[in-house]
């Protein structure tokens, strides 16, 4: 997932900040919480998260995040698959 992502976040170098949570550290573990408890259920791994919503818990193809990251960027509105609600 995390080539997924680097490939087509580089697309957009000034608009989408990429952050890597590495749960294994004490960091990451406490951010995993975070999201997990914001979500009311564990946050899957891998996940992509944008802006602190739940995104794609399965590895999206890169011209499906290309899609949701241009939508994303242009309207602020979540929308996968025709759903505005990406939980």
Do not use: C, W
């Amino acid at each position: 997932m995390a080539r997924v992502v680097e490939a087509v976040v580089s697309e957009f170098p000034d608009v989408i900040r990429q952050e890597i949570v590495i749960t294994k550290t004490l960091a990451g573990a406490l951010r995993h919480a975070e999201l997990s408890k914001k979500h009311g259920r564990p946050v899957p791994v891998p996940a992509i998260v944008v802006d602190g919503t739940l995104a794609y818990d399965v590895i999206p193809g890169t011209e499906e995040l290309r899609r949701y990251l241009e939508q994303y960027t242009e309207t602020g509105v979540f929308s996968i698959n025709g759903s505005d609600d990406p939980t």
